[in-house]
């Protein structure tokens, strides 16, 4: 049992930076690969980041790469998602998830427990 809850969304002009973080109790955290999601406004919820158990492997969808960054802190129990350079086209509901291994993945199917999703809104 892992539960997950997403904080740091907002409203932030286009060029402005924001960091995400996920914040999870239950089972072993550091057992787990961890993604980020997000869901813009008449799209499927899409692959934005994910990290393996260790943090020494992350993978990006292309059109975040170089713009956001993946991390995590096992003794925290928390996840971070780093959002730099935002641009409009980045404005969604943003989730977390957490997958029973430990290996890095991409699909919505991969993960076992979700978030409730943090707002961001990137203005013109």
């Known amino acids: 049992q892992v539960q997950l809850v997403e904080s740091g969304g907002g409203l932030v002009q286009a060029g402005g930076s924001l960091r995400l973080s996920c914040a999870a109790a239950?089972?072993?955290?550091?057992?787990?690969?961890m993604g980020w999601f997000r869901q813009a406004p008449g799209k499927d919820r899409s692959f934005v980041a994910t990290i393996n158990w260790s943090g020494g492997t992350t993978y990006y969808t292309d059109s975040v790469k170089g713009r956001f960054t993946i991390s995590r802190d096992n003794a925290k129990n928390t996840l971070y998602l780093q959002m730099n350079s935002l641009k409009p086209d980045d404005t969604a509901v943003y989730y977390c998830a957490a997958a029973r291994g430990q290996q890095i993945r991409v699909l919505h199917s991969g993960y076992d427990y979700w978030g409730q999703g943090t707002q961001v809104t990137v203005s013109s």
């Open positions: 239950g089972r072993t955290f550091s057992s787990y690969a």
